[in-house]
DNA sequence: GTGATTGCAAATCTTTTGCACTAAA
DNA sequence: TTTAGTGCAAAAGATTTGCAATCAC
């Protein structure tokens, strides 16, 4: 019987670093294999269960945190109280509807901002993000 | 005896249409008198009991909530599950520098941003806000 | 086997809330 | 007075941690 090669979720996982494990490749597949995503741990947790994958919450987080270390994931704080995990790790931007606590991706090509100061001595820029709140039109 | 003129804290208070109690007023002082503050509800809790204010840390809360509403501060929220308030209501931008989690302010003059593309339809930008993250320099 | 990973429940931390009490107008 | 505001303690969320059990290699 010829080996199967191992699944996409699997080779990501290990060029991070990260031991393939049943959940991680599980949570792997729901987040990566799903295209642009802004999706919090309970969320994640919710659909994990809905796949009938057994994670606990404790494990979503801890697997959330590994994802943004190793740099399959990027946290996006625009709440208080609650972080939102985007599968998107390419330079880009949010719109962010505060009506609906939802977030856009704006792409990152062609967008220049000028007139930034450097950053104070010691420290660099580690990301420049833009957040463009919204609220439902007046008009 | 010439009546005193109010206090300065009072009349701000007053023109946001909030009622001077003792602790907003005090608070008012120390957030409002103070120049460029960021400041979470903890470390104003911390300073008001510093300055012998009994202001129960609820009060704290719901006073910079309040004053937010008001137009007063404006709410910054760069970290999961905290979050930090502005005496700056101005138009402008943060560094936040994510060793020290402290926040540094960016004027809003002369920062220009191009490329951004419009909002979706049935909203309207309430906000925009740059954040260059900081961490420290690796050379 | 052996060390990394997981699950669970308990703990932590920030923030909010209910309600009797107090104070501003 | 009358109503808004306050304090306290309890509740609510989100997230983390400790530790025994389990799994990948």
Not at 52 to 59: F, Q
Not at 83 to 108: M, Q, R, V
């Amino acid at each position: 019987m010829k080996p199967e090669a191992p699944p996409k979720a699997v080779l990501r996982l290990r060029e991070a670093g990260l031991r393939p494990t049943r959940q991680r490749v599980a949570l792997a597949r729901l987040l990566l294999e799903n295209g642009g995503r802004h999706i919090t741990a309970e969320q994640l947790h919710g659909e994990a269960r809905a796949a009938a994958i057994r994670v606990s919450l404790a494990t979503v987080y801890n697997t959330l945190h590994q994802f943004t270390g190793a740099g399959l994931l990027r946290e996006v704080v625009v709440e208080p109280g609650r972080s939102y995990f985007d599968t998107n790790t390419t330079e880009h931007h949010h719109f962010f509807d505060e009506a609906k606590s939802e977030l856009l991706d704006i792409g990152g090509d062609g967008i220049v901002i000028s007139g930034l100061p450097r950053p104070p001595s010691g420290t660099e820029v580690r990301r420049l993000e833009i957040i463009v709140r919204l609220g439902p039109d007046r008009h």
